[in-house]
């Protein structure tokens, strides 16, 4: 469930140095938790006040990532800056290159960040993903309907998570609908997949060239967004090793430095397909906070210090349910029964407005029937 490699030694920054973190969401704050229990002092960059990230973190910086002067400063009063999301604008990561270094660096965002790049990337390593076709038109459309067929899943090259920015395609006549849906923009057309499970793999990778594996993690989605995650999950034994190695192959191909997610799809024939990566801390793994060794936080700022990777072998199973804004649909749900569940932990992320589909928290329960429990614990929040 969890490979380690190592190779050289590099310079590394302890305890006591200063992490620059650009973005300010839920993986921002459940990182400088991480980085405060080892001694670091992190610095957010946030383009709102009350951030989650800000709330944890040592100091604050407010301001667009436009603002070049903000940007240069915030850089040159830390060690080392990371990412909380992949799409930071490339101007800002350029202006902060100056001053620090960025890990993951922008060339591992120049190929996350945009779909097409991505599957062109996986294709060239020879990591198998979905078939794909460019598209700039709504004649290229057409011609990729014809090529790789239908269903097919039409997706904007650039800025989709959680289901956004794409649509399926069920017949060549919904080609012009599908196209003005995702904004007459860049685009990719894949190919459907025929799944039996949706999984993940956590890789982090050291300044030093370490790697640690965590995974395969079992995901379940729900309007495109994740609903549950279980780890260890027996039903993917079979694969974990070959699901470990692609995820390692990618970062080493990436020359990542930092945490990094692949996102897969184990097919209904046996095989693995790469769908996505995700150059950040994954929703997928924040059941590592409470069920392994180390956590994808933790490992995070291991990484990107050259600190020694520490292991991510569970302690126990574990699964974790998402918290989405729909629950305060009547005001603040009762948290005393979520509390009250032995071997539960609550995770708030301190988010001031409830929206729909909106992660505001997540809850991980440890056992063997820890989905059951955390589900039916979620569903009692509920009137």
Same mark, same amino acid.
């Given at each position: 469930?969890?490979?380690?490699?190592?190779?050289?030694?590099?310079?590394?920054?302890?305890?006591?140095?200063?992490?620059?973190?650009?973005?300010?969401? =839920?993986?921002?704050?459940?990182?400088?938790?991480?980085?405060?229990?080892?001694?670091?002092?992190? /610095?957010?960059?946030?383009?709102?006040?009350?951030?989650?990230?800000?709330?944890?973190?040592?100091?604050?910086?407010?301001?667009?990532?436009?603002?070049?002067?903000?940007?240069?400063?915030?850089?040159?009063?830390?060690?080392?800056?990371?990412?909380?999301?992949?799409?930071?604008?490339?101007?800002?990561?350029?202006?902060?290159?100056?001053?620090?270094?960025?890990?993951?660096?922008?060339?591992?965002?120049?190929?996350?960040?945009?779909?097409?790049?991505?599957?062109?990337?996986?294709?060239?390593?020879?990591?198998?993903?979905?078939?794909? !076709?460019?598209?700039?038109? +709504? !004649?290229? +459309?057409?011609?990729?309907?014809?090529?790789?067929?239908?269903?097919?899943?039409?997706?904007?090259?650039?800025?989709?998570?959680?289901?956004?920015?794409?649509? &399926?395609?069920?017949?060549?006549?919904?080609?012009?609908?599908?196209?003005?849906?995702?904004?007459?923009?860049?685009?990719?057309?894949?190919?459907?997949?025929?799944?039996?499970?949706?999984?993940?793999?956590?890789?982090?990778?050291? &300044?030093?060239?370490?790697?640690?594996? $965590?995974?395969?993690?079992?995901?379940?989605?729900?309007? /495109?967004?994740?609903?549950? #995650?279980?780890?260890?999950?027996?039903?993917?034994?079979?694969?974990?090793?070959?699901?470990?190695?692609?995820?390692?192959?990618?970062?080493?191909? @990436?020359?990542?430095?930092?945490?990094? $997610?692949?996102?897969?799809? @184990?097919?209904?024939?046996?095989?693995?397909?790469?769908?996505?990566?995700?150059?950040?801390?994954?929703? #997928?793994?924040?059941? &590592?906070?409470?069920? $392994?060794?180390? #956590? =994808?936080?933790?490992? =995070?700022?291991?990484?990107?210090?050259?600190?020694?990777?520490?292991?991510?072998?569970? /302690?126990?199973?574990?699964?974790?349910?998402?918290? @989405?804004?729909? @629950?305060?649909?009547?005001?603040?749900?009762?948290?005393?029964?979520?509390?009250?569940?032995?071997?539960?932990?609550? /995770?708030?992320?301190?988010? &001031?407005?409830?929206?729909?589909?909106?992660?505001?928290?997540?809850?991980?329960?440890?056992?063997?029937?820890?989905?059951?429990?955390?589900?039916?614990?979620?569903?009692?929040?509920?009137?």
């Amino acid at each position: 469930m969890a490979n380690t490699l190592r190779s050289n030694t590099a310079t590394s920054l302890e305890p006591g140095a200063r992490l620059g973190m650009l973005g300010a969401g =839920q993986l921002g704050r459940m990182f400088a938790l991480a980085a405060a229990r080892l001694g670091y002092h992190v /610095h957010v960059f946030s383009p709102r006040v009350d951030s989650p990230t800000g709330q944890v973190s040592h100091r604050e910086t407010v301001a667009d990532y436009a603002n070049v002067e903000a940007i240069a400063k915030f850089a040159q009063s830390v060690d080392v800056v990371t990412l909380e999301f992949e799409n930071i604008p490339t101007a800002a990561i350029e202006v902060v290159e100056k001053y620090a270094p960025v890990r993951p660096s922008r060339s591992v965002l120049y190929i996350t960040q945009n779909r097409l790049r991505e599957k062109q990337f996986l294709t060239k390593i020879g990591v198998p993903c979905a078939p794909f !076709a460019e598209v700039n038109s +709504l !004649a290229d +459309l057409r011609a990729a309907i014809q090529t790789i067929g239908v269903p097919a899943v039409l997706k904007t090259a650039d800025s989709g998570y959680d289901g956004k920015g794409q649509i &399926t395609i069920q017949s060549a006549d919904e080609a012009e609908a599908a196209w003005q849906f995702v904004g007459e923009q860049p685009a990719v057309l894949e190919g459907w997949i025929q799944y039996q499970q949706e999984l993940s793999v956590t890789v982090a990778r050291s &300044t030093t060239g370490e790697i640690v594996t $965590c995974g395969p993690i079992a995901n379940d989605h729900a309007n /495109h967004i994740l609903d549950v #995650s279980r780890f260890p999950a027996k039903e993917l034994a079979s694969v974990a090793d070959s699901a470990q190695a692609m995820g390692r192959a990618i970062a080493e191909q @990436l020359d990542l430095i930092g945490v990094c $997610c692949v996102e897969m799809f @184990l097919t209904r024939d046996g095989e693995l397909i790469v769908n996505e990566i995700a150059p950040r801390p994954h929703n #997928s793994g924040h059941l &590592t906070i409470e069920a $392994c060794v180390t #956590s =994808q936080f933790e490992q =995070q700022v291991r990484a990107i210090c050259g600190l020694p990777l520490g292991s991510m072998e569970p /302690h126990t199973p574990a699964a974790m349910v998402n918290l @989405l804004g729909d @629950l305060w649909e009547k005001g603040e749900p009762d948290w005393l029964e979520m509390l009250a569940v032995p071997r539960g932990y609550l /995770h708030l992320y301190g988010k &001031t407005e409830a929206k729909p589909g909106r992660k505001m928290g997540h809850f991980t329960v440890l056992g063997d029937d820890a989905a059951h429990v955390a589900m039916e614990a979620r569903g009692r929040l509920i009137p």
